[in-house]
C-alpha cells in the first residue's frame, strides 16, 4: 500500500502525530511519504503550491492531511493546501483522513470543516482522527496544557486507525464511503457560533507580533522557527517581511528568542481565555471519527 502524508505543523506536535502514522504504516509494510509543509514558502504563497504537491505527494492508495486547530478552526494554510491538492484520479486515490491536533478547550468545528474541504476536492473521507497535543501558548502558564501529548494514548489511537484504513483500502476504493458527517460532533450551539466567529474575526485584532530592536540580538531564532515565514535578515537587522495577516500567532517566535524581543499581543489574551492554563477540557481528549 501507498501511503501520503501531509502535515503542516507550527510547533512541532501535529509532525509528531504525522510521524506516529507513519510509523504504524511501515509496520503494516506500507510505503509511506511523509511531507512537512511547514514553514515552507513553495506550499504557503503563490499561485504554484498545486504544482508543487505534485512534486511531492506520489502515487498513493491514502491521503493523510493534518494540522493544528487555532480559535476552533482548521489553520487557514491548511485549508489552502487541501485547496490546492491535485485531482484524484491515476495515481492518486480519492481516499483521505484529516487529522488535526489540538491543545485548548475542544476540538471544535476543525475536524469537520476539513471533511468539507475535501469533499469539493472530489476526496472521500474515510475516517477522521482528533489528537491531544501540548499547546505552545501554554508553556508561559501557571499549567501546561497536555504537556507530554501526543504519546502513548495517542499513538494507540493512530494505530487503530491505520488498521481501519488498510482494511477500507483493501476492499476497493469504489466500496469507500465518505465519513465526514460523523466530523459534526460538536454540540450545534457550538458549530453555529464558530460557523459566525471566524479564525479571522478571532484572531485578527491581535496579528501585530512586532520585534523590539533595542533587545534583538540577530541571532535569527525567529527566522528559522516561524512556520509561515514571517521574518528575515538584512542590513544587520531583524524583519516582518510579509503583510501581519499571515501570521498564525503560533507564538513559536515569542517562546524561541534568547533576548524577549518579541512582542506578542495575543500571550496575555490567551491566559485569559485558557484560564492560566486550568481551563475545562474536552473530556474525550482524542478519538476516531465515525466511532465503532
Partial sequence: MN?????????????????????????????????????????????????????????????????????????????????????????????AVPFVTYGGVHSSVALEEMGRYLRKQKRKSVLGIKIAAA????????????????????????????????????????????????????????RIMYRIFTQDKLHGKFRNVSINQDKCIQ??????????????????IVTMKRDKDNCILCAECFHKCPANAIEHPYIEMGKKRLKDGYIHLEEKKSGIYPEV
Avoid at 503563490?46 to 504544482?51: A, F, N, V
Avoid at 499549567?143 to 488498510?166: H, L, Q
Wanted: with cysteine; hydrophobic share 35%.
Fill in 3 to 95: 501511503v501520503s502524508i501531509v502535515v503542516f505543523s507550527p510547533s512541532g506536535h501535529t509532525l509528531k502525530a504525522a510521524e506516529m502514522i507513519k510509523k504504524a504504516f511501515e509496520e503494516k509494510n506500507s510505503n509511506v511519504r511523509l511531507n512537512d509543509v511547514t514553514g515552507k514558502e513553495e506550499f504557503l504563497y503563490g499561485d504554484c503550491i498545486k504544482e508543487n504537491l505534485v512534486k511531492v505527494l506520489g502515487e498513493h492508495d491514502v491521503l493523510f492531511i493534518g494540522g493544528p486547530i487555532y480559535a476552533g478552526h482548521i489553520e487557514k494554510n491548511l485549508v489552502k493546501i487541501i485547496q490546492s491538492l491535485p485531482s484524484a484520479g491515476k495515481e492518486y486515490s480519492s481516499l
Fill in 135 to 190: 499547546h505552545t501558548l501554554s508553556y508561559t502558564y501557571s499549567n501546561t496544557i497536555y504537556p507530554d501529548k501526543p504519546g502513548p494514548e495517542e499513538n494507540e489511537i493512530i494505530r487503530k486507525a491505520v488498521d481501519r484504513v488498510i482494511s477500507i483500502v483493501e476492499k476497493g476504493e469504489s466500496a469507500a464511503e465518505d465519513q465526514s458527517k460523523s466530523f459534526k460532533y460538536s454540540p450545534a450551539m457550538q
Fill in 219 to 236: 541571532c535569527k531564532k525567529c527566522i528559522s522557527v516561524c512556520p509561515v515565514d514571517m521574518f528575515h535578515f538584512s542590513d544587520e
